[in-house]
T-cell receptor
């Protein structure tokens, strides 16, 4: 089955700087890669997703890149703000009502 | 985005009792819902896929007789933890797809279960 690896497990970034989280997946059949943000005691919130037919997607301060050949994808947050502090999960799916497999998460701390 | 709710948000029960958790899609119909469990500082682990009008599909290692799933309507799936024990204490989260055949899943706010 699919296996998703995520790094780093913890990331501290000065406010205003950029944060990068990287993930790899094992199953080349996966074609949908969402990113979720989870705040303490809450359910995950979808922040951005990318499908395998594109290499990059951007939404304001958030961008995601996908390298299908290498089977890795990354989340980039620019101009970080205190409210960006949370746990971020990458995930992979084969789409069409298929289950989503999560990475282990990255705890992002934005330092004042 | 699509809204998914869960009830209750928190529940405390005695060991040996059963607890029911509801997951509702508020503004869309969902033929498929998913149930996850999350232990402190860990990732979400898929427990089962809930299919409207048919039996749920359980992941390997998840006891189907202990975690009963019912998806009786297009907007409601329930998870019943039977004969709960302290090790069942966890954060239970459901998700649903707003559009059949699409990949996007939206998650509920979660239910924190504490078994004494």
């Amino acid at each position: 089955g699919e296996n998703v690896e995520q790094h780093p497990s913890t990331l501290s970034v000065q406010e205003g700087d950029s944060a990068v989280i990287k993930c790899t997946y094992s199953d080349s059949a996966s074609n949908y890669f969402p990113w979720y943000k989870q705040e303490l005691g809450k359910g995950p919130q979808l922040i951005i997703d990318i499908r395998s037919n594109v290499g990059e997607k951007k939404d304001q301060r958030i961008a995601v890149t996908l390298n299908k050949t290498a089977k890795h994808f990354s989340l980039h947050i620019t101009e970080t703000q205190p409210e960006d502090s949370a746990v971020y999960f990458c995930a992979a799916s084969m789409g069409r009502d298929d289950k989503i497999i999560f990475g282990k998460g990255t705890r992002l701390h934005i330092l004042p | 985005g699509a809204v998914v709710s869960q009830h209750p948000s928190r529940v405390i029960c005695k060991s040996g009792t059963s607890v029911k958790i509801e997951c509702r899609s508020l503004d869309f119909q969902a033929t498929t819902m998913f149930w996850y469990r999350q232990f402190p500082k860990q990732s979400l682990m898929l427990m089962a896929t809930s299919n409207e009008g048919s039996k749920a599909t359980y992941e390997q290692g998840v006891e189907k007789d202990k975690f009963l799933i019912n998806h009786a309507s297009l907007t409601l799936s329930t998870l019943t933890v039977t004969s709960a024990h302290p090790e069942d204490s966890s954060f239970y989260i459901c998700s649903a797809n707003p559009q059949r055949g699409q990949e996007t899943q939206y998650f509920g706010p979660g239910t924190r279960l504490l078994v004494l």
